[in-house]
């Protein structure tokens, strides 16, 4: 267990619970935190889902400057890739995702947003990459998945003023999915992801691992892949039960089990 990032296991519901007052600026442990637990989520069979969480105050107002503001660009090069593949590790979680987000979600805070199948944020919330405020980029994913999510213009709008964004507006733009009263956050993020907690672990993975992976090509190779894990699907327990229920009860009824 991190000394600023937890793993609370509720149900099969995971929530990695980011904690460093007041803030939760993502220093270098921090960020070596959110990996390992974005490890040890990915290989726990007992979590199926789970939550990003930042506390009903902040979900995390971006890189602690302080850190950074001397570091040299060996320094950076070295400590980019780092924090990139950090991220990656929460992205590449193979189970569904969802950031809730009250307050600030800032800079890092955003990207690491970003790294989650679905955003849920207050309606005081403010979300942006301010990094060009600091005479930088963002450069934890933020130029790159903004993009894929809400198009490269919109993208651009957000990263060359590095505006901070309303959820209002931040909803319009898709940079998040679904906007309630601050204090219903973390409860309506939890309830999305409850609905996967008896779902089909191989299969929503596989379509996870789909969705990301054929966006990372052409249409051509995202169709092979997609192929490819839609076969594989028929070497698993989740095709048989799915399959059988529905030949048996019907739609909608089958009750899976763990991976």
């Not at 733009?173 to 779902?199: I, S």
Request: charged fraction near 25%.
């Amino acid at each position: 267990m991190g000394e600023f990032v937890r793993l609370e296991v509720d149900g099969a519901v995971g929530t990695i619970r980011l904690d460093r007052p007041k803030m939760n600026a993502l220093n270098k442990q921090v960020q070596e935190e959110i990996r390992a637990v974005a490890t040890e989520v990915s290989g726990r069979e007992d979590i199926r889902a789970v939550v990003v969480y930042g506390g009903p105050r902040v979900f995390a107002a971006g890189a602690d400057i302080k850190e950074m503001a001397e570091a040299s660009y060996a320094d950076m090069a070295t400590r980019a890739h780092a924090l990139s593949s950090a991220f990656s590790a929460v992205a590449e979680i193979p189970k569904p995702t969802v950031a809730a987000i009250n307050g600030y979600a800032l800079g890092g805070g955003f990207e690491l947003a970003l790294c989650c199948d679905r955003r849920i944020a207050a309606s005081d919330a403010q979300v942006g990459q301010p990094e060009i405020l600091l005479g930088i980029i963002p450069g934890a994913g933020g130029t790159q998945r903004l993009a894929r999510l809400v198009g490269p213009s919109k993208a651009k709008d957000i990263v060359y003023t590095g505006r901070f964004v309303a959820a209002a507006e931040a909803l319009s733009l898709g940079m998040v999915d679904e906007v309630v009263e601050p204090d219903d956050v973390y409860d309506t993020a939890r309830r999305w992801a409850e609905q996967f907690a008896n779902g089909p672990a191989r299969a929503l993975a596989a379509a996870k691992a789909a969705i990301d992976g054929g966006l990372d090509g052409d249409l051509g190779s995202g169709l092979k892949l997609e192929s490819h894990l839609f076969a594989a699907l028929f070497a698993t327990e989740d095709q048989t039960i799915g399959m059988r229920s529905f030949i048996e009860s019907g739609p909608g009824k089958a009750k899976f089990v763990g991976r």
